[in-house]
Nanobody, 124 residues
Framework: QVTLVESGGGLVRPGDSLRLSCVSS????????MGWFRQAPGKEREFVAS????????TYAASVKERFAVSRDNDKATFYLQMNNLQPEDTATYYC?????????????????WGQGTQVTVSS
């Protein structure tokens, strides 16, 4: 059984930074792409960022590009989301997702495994 466990969320002020972590278990980590999605209250879940299996290719939603960065440590089976200059509109539950294939994926259809989510709240 594949399990993804996110951590690192919290309550921060505008302009602060957070780093989310996602630990994967139950399947080989390195051969697969990974992604982050988020869901704000009353809104649909949306794509945030994705990285391919080697870590050499990434893509970001326009709303977070230049502020967020993904990385992965295949030895630790961990996927990260570094979030800088957080703004109130970044408030959401953030979900880690494991891709079906090796490449980056922006659609939820490209992912078969999901974490439980970690809450990020940005408020002054």
């Amino acid at each position: 059984q594949v399990t993804l466990v996110e951590s690192g969320g919290g309550l921060v002020r505008p302009g602060d930074s957070l780093r989310l972590s996602c630990v994967s278990s139950g399947r080989a980590f390195s051969p697969y792409g990974m992604g982050w999605f988020r869901q704000a209250p009353g809104k649909e879940r949306e794509f945030v960022a994705s990285m391919n299996f080697l870590g050499g290719s990434t893509t970001y939603a326009a709303s977070v590009k230049e502020r967020f960065a993904v990385s992965r440590d295949n030895d630790k089976a961990t996927f990260y989301l570094q979030m800088n200059n957080l703004q109130p509109e970044d408030t959401a539950t953030y979900y880690c997702a494991g891709a079906i294939g090796r490449t980056i994926e922006t659609s939820e259809r490209g992912y078969a495994w999901w974490g439980q989510g970690t809450q990020v709240t940005v408020s002054s």
